[in-house]
C-alpha cells in the first residue's frame, strides 16, 4: 500500500538522518516530507537550515518548517533565522 511504502521511506530516511547519512535521508525525508509527513517535513527544513545533505538554504528551511508547522506538529520550532532571508 502507498501508506505502507511512505512509511517505510520516512523509517529508512530517519535512519539515515540519525546515522549521519544526511545524502542518504534526503531523498527518503523529501518523498516522506512531500506525502505530508510533518516529522519528515520538520527535518528536512532543519537539514536545510544546517546544509546537512543539502545546500544551506533559508528559504527552504522556513518554507518545510511552517509547512510542519500548519500541520500540526507539536515539537515544531521554526528557523530563527532572519526572515526573509537577506540577499
Request: hydrophobic letters at 45%; a negative charge.
Amino acid at each position: 500500500s502507498v501508506a505502507f511504502a511512505s512509511s517505510q521511506m520516512l523509517a529508512s530516511g530517519l535512519a539515515a538522518y540519525e546515522s549521519g547519512h544526511y545524502d542518504q535521508a534526503v531523498p527518503l525525508l523529501r518523498a516522506s516530507a512531500t506525502n505530508g509527513n510533518a516529522r519528515a517535513q520538520y527535518l528536512l527544513g532543519t537539514m536545510y537550515q544546517a546544509g546537512l545533505g543539502v545546500t544551506h538554504d533559508e528559504f527552504a528551511a522556513f518554507t518545510w518548517c511552517k509547512r510542519a508547522a500548519i500541520k500540526g506538529l507539536d515539537d515544531n520550532k521554526i528557523p530563527t533565522a532572519e526572515w526573509p532571508p537577506a540577499g
